[in-house]
């Protein structure tokens, strides 16, 4: 059987759990059977039956389980949305639409060769840097500067920066690494990079501080930094450059905690998250992570049902705030139970190893850096969330890929999925004419 036919047999189970997850909401609210359900399981496939149709055509030789284990982290949002809100299941489908439509254009834009993309680094990069500071123009959401609105549509430009800073940082290290590797001095048992090649990395590191001081976005500061790293570990083999990396963060992340109160009140707040004072604090208070502890270990090991979540109780407050975002994650814990929870991060995981597989066989050093480093983004967005809303990090405002709501997480990690595919597919096909 081949990789097609493949992708095509696994993406069957993801339309039966969006058919199965529906008929579970349908039947905890109104106790019945609905041909709903049946309905949006057969939509549901027929999008994706359309990405499949533009893989096989333009892609036949890409993974074949990358995006179908992406379908099913999508289906695993839609039901939770529908579950949480109705209005929020429907713009996420609408964005799951637009999504893929991103998706095909990406692939039908750089399936002659997406190494094209090297000859416009600077540019790619320049873009990425200007979308990372528009939050500022806008207003802060917790005493974070996340989201730019246009118009009606509000969006988080970090998600699309994300791969901008990667391509760029995949297409110098391409160039530099044998001159990072041969022009290494050893000072005190440690090896350092030439200094005048220690640009990129004060760069990257100055750019992650930038992100922590004017729009305190501690998540995307850790995502891109840590996306840094893994590359220049992959590309010179080093691993004392990616410990220098790590010192710099560190030093730098002290200082900023030291004079900006909103990461201090963050950090504050993942130590003593059940403190009184900082429970009741409005802005960069520990309610949040607080009940995102009592949520989960509300689920126990097999989690209370669909539908059984205690979100809010009348018109109070939420119980647990940005359910749909930041916090579905816990939803999913409380009404699945920790085997729930654990199967979620499973699929994330498979994502991540067939990501870095990818890596590995490809042939030209530029596609092995961009693979690696889009698979690293990805794997380090579900950490930051993941060990957020479960108090292994400070909380952080990034959301759950393919799973929480929102357009532009949406739409950056299908062009994310897109480029991974590109570089499946050429290195695949080199493979079998080898």
Known sequence: MNERNRELFALIPASLLVTAGFTAVFIQRNDLLSNLSLTYGLI????????????????????????????????????????????????????????????????????ADHRVLERYRYLIASVGIVLLLLPRLGSPQNGAYLSFDMGPIAFQP?????????????????DTRQVLVVGARRFLGITFPPLKHLGPLLAVWGTAMVLLFVIQDLGSSLMFFGAFLALVYVATNRISFVLIGLGLFAVGARVL???????????????????????????????QIAQSIFTQADGGLFGRGFGQA?????????????????????VIVNELGLLGGVAVLLVYLLIVERGFKTAMIATDSFSKLLATGLTAVLALQVFVIVGGVTKLIPLTGVTLPFVSYGGSSIVANFILLALLLLVSDRARREAQQA
């Open 158 to 174: 970090a998600e699309l920066a994300k791969i901008a800073i990667v391509i760029f940082l995949a297409s110098y290290l391409r």
């Open 44 to 111: 549901f496939l027929a999008l994706c039956l359309a990405a499949h149709l533009v893989l096989r055509v333009t892609l036949p030789h890409a993974d074949p389980y990358l995006f179908a284990l992406v379908a099913v982290l999508a289906c695993f949002g839609l039901v939770m949305l529908y579950r949480l809100d109705e209005d929020f299941a429907r713009e996420q489908a609408q964005w799951f639409v637009v999504g893929l439509i991103f998706f095909a254009a990406t692939i039908i834009a750089l399936r």
């Open 257 to 287: 905690y030291a004079i900006r109160p909103t990461i201090e009140n963050r950090v504050e707040a993942w130590l003593h998250p059940f403190d009184p004072a900082l429970y009741d604090q409005q802005v960069g208070g520990s309610y």
């Open 310 to 330: 205690a979100i809010q109780l009348g018109n109070d407050p939420p119980i647990l705030p940005a359910a749909h975002t930041d916090f579905i994650f816990p």
